[in-house]
């Protein structure tokens, strides 16, 4: 990993923080709460809001001043849920909070467990497997049996009573009420039973308190499984050091790593984490890395170079500066991105909602018809209500609700194991669809390190005089190869005139006045077509050779008269060819976009193994290039242009296979670059990826970030996509499957309410476990 320095935004939501909200939800039971909370959220002025079940958060956007914390609030108590600030909220007491509410439901849980044993013990007899079944079945006297499931009907089971009410006050219904419906039916029909003295007829206590206990069992079970889907958020926090140590008065003293501001000196030992972002000012080690990056060898570290909190220091002693404290750590900004992407929603959940919306009211539509159907076809009272209770019981949107987010909060964590930030969840659905990708050369298929290779002035020019002139001209740029140039000047010795009137042309070159030969000349310096477009005559065949060679080539013209060239050679990294050949492996095609020099272009094509380049890209020209290739068109190898002409030349239509006019969809257009230069074509793509060293409004534009400076993270996003998507289908397809058996099964009266309340209570451990298989996945080279 290079050592440049990854700064991600404070904030990496697509609106600014003010003009949104994130909101801890309490209340939610299943994917029905979520969807109805959702729609009461948007029903406000404008507002878009998304509820996810998984993470029990809501985040709302809207238009500045439309919207204030206590009316957000307002509205979800208004529906029957709570709601606080999830901003506010710190993470440990946020915790502390779950686990408390997790101890008291375990407790719940085990009193209605004890409370439910004796009439547990007499299901073998109901169901024949003791001798004498038929007599027996009541040996828990009647009058006990209501003690003992009353507590659990109405002390244990008081949560589904105030949920269900909640939800219908509210205007809707979720699995509260199915299980209230179904457990007080079969409670009140064994009271009356009881109270008549109707021996004749059987009573359902053992019925209605063994749900309520498998459907506690079921909750605390998928609770614990959720809290594992967050697993690699929690150990991203937990590599937070608590202490630094700093010098002061002369001293090395250990403070709390809030105390630190930037510009603040710390010291690192041998093995200390790092507590901060900071800059290397003296002593040399090797830093571990892979807790960011999931690079397994330590990076050399020396005085320039970048360290990042939570990473781990080598064997030698390092003196820093802190330059990134708080939220404006590397850590701290990989969280923020994980936490969003965990609280998004992917498109292929939609279905799923939908479904949730009217579930509750088609599986009580069910219940009624079967018990009618049943009564009217044998007039047994009893049985017709079992069967209509085995319905309402069977039935759980818990799962549908469940199946996506929790494969999203999985799939996110371990990408962010990986070096992968996704942005949002709709990234990491869309990139396994990619079938071209775009990328960028400086930086992205190269090391973005370039360095002055080559100094060609022309007769009565020497090389300190080019070298000179170019950088008093270029020294006022943060570009890469003004950085080289300046860099190489300096080695050098040469003598830098003084410039002024300097202005920059973008993704072309600088042009100014420079004081040569005792006089201010006008300069122009760039890429050979931007001295072309100004009326420069450059000799013929003066760029091909340094070009052909790989070289970036920079012209200089001093009072419209040619004076030299100057090639910057940068590396194309070492696993850029294996990274091409690992996505062309995948189906992806593979497209090269630069500003450079066709020559240049198509010899680092070569090295990489790309058939497909465009040359003299301008940068608004890119997001036009990333738009003609969704239409199917084809970029011919070796048609690069030079002289800057639309973004269309270098095209043409796509194979029938994918063409365009063919009818088919548009492909789908992934995007990586690394630069200021590739944020319009970033926002231009479906599916967009920064390289980790890429400027802020680069990752910004983008829809996932590598950390790792490789081209690599691309082939691991579509990798780590396919792997979710794979677990989100299976998910779906469970709890479709489930549902579809299992309330046909009920109506058919080939279930009895207390397997069917087990099966409803595993039904969604069953899918966040499904989705926990996730974490097996590794990014692979």
């Known amino acids: 990993m290079s050592h440049a320095t990854l700064n991600l935004p404070p904030h990496a939501t697509p609106v600014p923080a003010a003009d949104s909200l994130e909101l801890a939800i309490t209340g939610m039971t299943c994917a029905a709460c979520s969807s109805r909370l959702e729609k009461v959220l948007n029903r406000l002025p404008g507002v878009q809001a998304a509820v996810n079940l998984a993470t029990e958060r809501a985040i709302l956007r809207f238009a500045p001043g439309a919207l204030s914390l206590e009316q957000a609030i307002a509205a979800v108590e208004r529906a029957g849920f709570g709601a606080s600030d999830a901003r506010r909220l710190e993470r440990e007491a946020e915790r502390a909070r779950q686990h408390a509410v997790w101890r008291v439901e ?30 027996h079945h009541d040996f828990v006297p009647r009058g006990l049996q209501l003690l003992l499931a009353t507590p659990v009907q109405f002390w244990i089971g008081a949560r589904f009573y105030r949920g ?13 009420v199915l299980v209230v419906l179904g457990t007080s039916a079969a409670y009140a029909y064994s009271v009356f039973v009881t109270l008549a003295g109707r021996h004749d007829l059987h009573v359902y206590f053992e019925a209605s308190a063994m749900i309520i206990t498998l459907v506690l069992l079921g909750k605390l079970l998928e609770a614990r499984a959720k809290a594992r889907t967050t697993a690699a958020l929690d150990a991203l926090l937990r590599l937070q050091p608590k202490m630094a140590r700093i010098e002061r008065d002369g001293e090395v003293v250990e403070v709390p790593v809030e105390s630190l501001r930037p510009g603040d000196a710390f010291v690192l030992r041998p093995g200390d984490a790092v507590p901060v972002d900071g800059i290397v000012e003296r002593g040399e080690s090797a830093v571990s890395e892979a807790m960011l990056t999931g690079e397994s060898l330590p990076i050399d570290k020396r005085a320039g170079d970048t360290v ?53 009211p088609v599986v009580v539509g069910i219940a009624l018809l079967t018990f009618a159907a049943w009564y009217a076809a044998g007039g047994d009272f009893q049985q017709a209500l079992i069967n209509a209770v085995a319905v309402l019981v069977i039935a759980c949107p818990c799962a549908l609700g469940l199946a996506t987010p929790t494969a999203i909060m999985v799939g996110t964590g371990q990408g ?18 990619i079938a071209v990708l775009a990328v960028d050369k400086t930086g992205t298929l190269t090391e973005g390190q370039p360095a002055l290779s080559d100094v060609d002035p022309v007769a009565g020019w020497t090389r300190a005089r080019l070298l000179g002139v170019a950088a008093a001209l270029e020294q006022g740029s943060a570009h890469p190869i003004a950085a080289a140039v300046v860099a190489a000047a300096k080695a050098e010795g040469a003598a830098l005139p003084a410039a002024e009137a300097v202005r920059a042309v973008g993704g072309m070159g600088v042009e100014g ?26 000799p013929d065949g003066a760029c091909e050779a340094l070009a052909a060679g790989g070289r970036t080539l920079v012209a200089v013209a001093v009072d419209g008269v040619f004076v030299g060239l100057l090639g910057v050679a940068d590396r194309v990294r070492v696993d850029s060819a294996a990274a091409v050949a690992r996505l062309q492996a995948k189906g992806v095609r593979v497209v090269m976009l630069t500003g450079d020099h066709p020559a240049t272009a198509a010899a680092i094509a070569h090295q990489t193994g790309i058939a497909e380049w465009r040359a003299g890209v301008l940068p608004g020209d890119k997001a036009a290039v990333v738009d003609a290739l969704r239409s199917g068109q084809v970029l011919d190898a070796g048609m690069g242009n030079e002289t800057g002409e639309g973004a269309g ?41 920064a390289i980790g060293v890429g400027a802020d409004v680069a990752v910004e534009a983008a829809d996932i970030t590598l950390v790792r400076n490789s081209l690599h993270g691309v082939a691991d996003a579509i990798d780590l996509s396919r792997a979710t998507l794979s677990k989100i289908r299976q998910n779906l397809f469970f709890a479709f499957v489930y549902n579809a058996l299992g309330i046909p099964l009920a109506a058919a009266g080939l279930l009895n309410p207390v397997i069917a309340g087990a099966a409803m209570a595993m039904s969604s451990v069953s899918v966040v476990s499904n989705s926990l298989l996730l974490r097996r996945w590794r990014a692979g080279r």
Request: with cysteine.
């Open 416 to 433: 962010a194991r990986a070096g992968m930030l996704v942005k949002n969840a709709e990234a990491l659905e869309l990139a396994e669809r």
């Open 308 to 360: 990042f909190a939570a990473t781990i220091n080598g064997n030698g002693l390092l003196r820093c500066r802190a330059t990134g404290v708080g939220a404006h750590t590397l850590l701290a900004g990989i969280i923020r991105l994980v936490e969003q992407a965990q609280g998004s929603k992917a498109p292929v959940q939609r279905l799923a909602d939908r479904i949730s919306a009217v579930f509750v």
């Open 649 to 689: 030349d270098g095209l043409r239509s796509g194979h029938a296979a994918d063409g365009a006019g063919s009818g088919r969809a548009p492909l789908r257009v992934g995007m990586a670059g690394d630069g200021i230069n590739d944020a319009p074509a970033l926002a231009a793509a479906d599916v967009s990826f």
């Open 164 to 176: 269900a009410w909640a939800a219908v006050k509210g205007g809707g219904a979720n699995m509260d």
């Open 106 to 135: 375990f407790r719940h849980f085990w009193i209605a467990a004890l409370l439910t044993l004796p009439l547990a013990a007499q299901m073998p007899a109901m169901f024949g497997l003791w001798p004498g079944g038929e007599i």
């Open 513 to 538: 006045r420079v004081g040569v030969d005792g006089a201010s000349r006008a300069v122009l310096l760039g890429a050979p077509r931007f001295l072309a477009g100004r009326g420069v005559a450059l």
